[in-house]
């Protein structure tokens, strides 16, 4: 289980641009839900991810998984725990690096390499197999250079390979943003089934609400660092895009715009 406690964050404290997003924040997930976040730009839904993850401190509150605090936890030791794919196919892979020595990079996450070599070519025949499953070809490119692929290829080995370790949870930062219609389909459809096999704890921040509907089992929609929507189970079902564009709508108008 997730917890988020009274979190605070204030981004440029003691200046005169000085801006509370999040006062006193309180988010509790439950083991093996897959949530959809959804909100405007500045709503908080990648800075929420970035506490999360320990790539920016809070000024207060506690950050609990399973119990543990891991609040003053350094980001590198978290991501032993958690996986993260970027909007940005670039980040969740090496260009300079063939596809075989991602892949042996990623199964190596957080082990010691001391003198050894970092390619197991032992498991060559393993990452074949796993990468077989996407259905895109890759099996058979084991030697290309990752930056000759292309973004949706990219953006399928970096899910693939935020996964291969044992993890508690799975960060999803807009990782269809970049990409065409026809490969974030193939992206969300592989995202669903990685999940549903792997049974893992998912926070999924995106801006296609076609997705935040048709994916998970609980959403939220937020607002200058606010959940004003949170439903799960039988409040979630029967939830069409129409509702959330409607509640969009409605934000937008209390703030006068």
């Known amino acids: 289980m997730l917890e988020l406690k009274n979190i605070v964050k204030i981004y440029q404290g003691g200046t005169v641009n000085e801006t509370c997003l999040f006062n006193e924040f309180c988010l509790t997930i439950p083991d093996q839900q897959f949530v959809c ?54 980040r969740g892979t090496c260009p300079s690096m063939t596809i075989l020595e991602n892949m042996s990079m990623a199964d190596n996450k957080g082990k010691p390499f001391n003198l050894l070599p970092c390619v197991n070519r032992r498991k060559a025949e393993e990452y074949r197999a796993q990468l077989a ?32 370790t044992p993890i508690e949870f799975l960060i999803l930062d807009e990782h269809t943003a970049a990409l065409d219609p026809k490969t974030a389909e193939i992206i969300m459809q592989l995202t669903g089934r990685i999940v549903a096999e792997k049974k893992l704890t998912t926070i999924m921040v995106t801006h296609n609400l076609r997705y935040a509907v048709e994916y998970g089992d609980r959403l939220l929609m937020m607002h200058q660092g606010r959940i004003e929507m949170d439903l ?4 979630r079902r029967g939830l069409r895009v129409e509702h959330l564009l409607d509640r969009f709508n409605a934000i937008s108008i209390e703030c006068g715009n």
Do not use: F, W
């Open 133 to 164: 499953q996407l259905g895109l070809g890759l099996e058979d490119k084991m030697g290309v250079m990752v930056g000759n692929l292309s973004g949706g290829q990219r953006q399928a080995m970096a899910l693939l390979m935020s996964t291969m």
């Open 232 to 235: 799960a189970g039988q409040e």
């Open 37 to 90: 976040v959804v909100g405007s730009n500045g709503s908080g839904k990648t800075s929420l991810l970035n506490i999360i993850c320990g790539s920016i401190p809070v000024d207060d509150g506690a950050i609990m998984i399973g119990g543990e605090n891991i609040t003053s936890m350094p980001e590198h030791k978290r991501l032993r725990r958690i996986g993260r794919v970027y909007q940005d196919p670039a």
